[in-house]
């Protein structure tokens, strides 16, 4: 288990809270993540809230993309365990001040939530999961500098931008 991680001391608050304010920063795969069984409803909720979190930070139209970049890499390294989960939630939350969704910046602040749920799953999880954040996060990164009022410069940067938000979601599912 993570050190940086706390230890769960009521399992079941915790995945209430995940399923509480999956219904409050998703609408569409909050109707359907629930019909999925409860074991998979938990990991594909968790992979939902952790996509969700990086996909707050590249919503956030104040922050400049440096800004996005650093808070992207905090992340991640908080999911990896490189870094506390704190040593990401304190400056994003920081960074995030003037943001709108009061929801989303609840969920940033249960982050330590969300990675404690994820450290409950079988390693094969842990490393899907992982890998599908890492490129999400790395992706969006990629990103955040390059697009421009116009959008992305040609067909083959768009298709790529779609694999890192998208796609690879695709492929966690299958794995």
Known sequence: MNSA??????PNSDLAYQKAILGSVSRTFALTIPLLSPALEAVVGNTYLLCRIVDTIEDATELSPTEKQRLSRLFLEAVLGTI????????CLE??????????LDLIAHTPTVLRILHTFPDTDQAAISRCVSIMSDGMSHFHGRQTQEGLKDLA????????????????LTT
């Not at 940067?157 to 966690?172: M, R, S, T, W």
């Open 5 to 10: 991680i706390q230890p769960i001391e009521n």
């Open 84 to 91: 506390s989960v704190e040593a990401f939630v304190s400056p």
């Open 95 to 104: 960074a995030l001040k003037g943001y709108s969704n009061v929801d989303e």
């Open 157 to 172: 940067e768009f298709e790529e931008y779609c694999y890192v938000v998208a796609g690879v979601v695709g492929e966690l």
